[in-house]
């Protein structure tokens, strides 16, 4: 049976945007298919931030932990009374599983956030158990991709059902882009979203010293690289 059909009658959205609802799905169903479903695999979510990929993990595999050093998170997640779930506060530079203990981790939308990334990759690495996968999800900011999620997130207000128009949306992106003269994630204390300055080829490079790439996706167009904003590696433990 396939993760889509497994899913889509159990999911709850954090957004209240039937279109960025659709999207997470979409998404985050990408993010499961990239590994075979065994439902005794020990699963971990490192940076589960709100639950949204919890969520899916819960109804594919038996043994799932969410992983987050944000309290308020952990305390969020706890509410929502998802099954079959255990949570556990830690950084992910040091890890609290003995090695090759762990046979799937995903890392959805995180390293990019994180500071000495190449740390949390070797402690990935050290847990996970030989032939093990590491799927990590990253956004790609550059080029036409950049273009499209620009006006794709002032069009549709992640906080918020306000109408713009395709006019507006463009215009702000052209504006961005004469002041961000740069091919890389927002970088320094003007990012909203903290990101680190890794772009998604940098990242791939930083993970190549302890994993064999088996896959590259992009997402939502995997045949239309220049115009997907997000990506994801499937990575094996050698």
Known sequence: MSHRSQTDKWMIFVSDNLVVRRWQRLK???????????????????????????????RVFDDVIGLEIDLSYLREIAQLDIPGISLLRTDGRKLPFTSGSVDIVYSIGVLEHMDRVQECVAEVHRILRKRGSFVI????????????????NKLVSYESEEKVSFASALKTFSMRTRTERTHFYHVGKDSQ??????????????????????????????????????????????
């Open 137 to 152: 999800g990253s956004p790609v900011e550059s080029g036409l991709a950049l273009a499209l999620k620009a006006i794709f």
């Open 28 to 58: 985050y169903l990408r993010a499961l298919n990239m590994v075979k479903a065994e439902r005794s695999k020990i699963v971990l979510d490192l940076g589960c931030g709100s639950g949204s990929l919890l969520r899916y993990l819960s």
């Open 193 to 238: 979203f903290g990101h680190r300055g890794y772009r998604w080829e940098d990242m791939l490079g930083l993970v190549r010293e302890h994993f064999h790439v088996e896959n590259l996706e992009f997402f939502p167009f995997d045949s239309l690289k220049t115009m997907s904003p997000y990506v994801f590696f499937r990575l094996i433990r050698l």
